[in-house]
């Protein structure tokens, strides 16, 4: 098991009843930025996997 993989699990449990749209989840991510800018290198990676996931070309 990966450390990250905590922070997810603890996702499931708190949040994993909800339900979301990628809007909400876009401005999420732009606030952690904000907060957070050294993390910006793997959220924009993140978001561009979550964006690409249908990709047939990838």
């Known amino acids: 098991m990966y450390f990250t993989d905590r922070g ?12 979301v749209t ?5 401005e999420r991510l732009r606030e952690f930025v904000d907060l957070n800018p050294d993390f910006e290198t793997p959220v ?14 990838d």
């Not at 997810?8 to 339900?19: H, M, N, P, S, V």
């Not at 990676?45 to 990709?55: E, G, I, N």
């Open 8 to 19: 997810i699990e603890e996702l499931a449990t708190r949040r994993g009843e909800e339900e």
């Open 44 to 57: 924009e990676r993140l978001a561009t996997w979550l964006a690409r996931l249908d990709d047939e070309d």
């Open 22 to 26: 990628v809007a909400w989840l876009a």
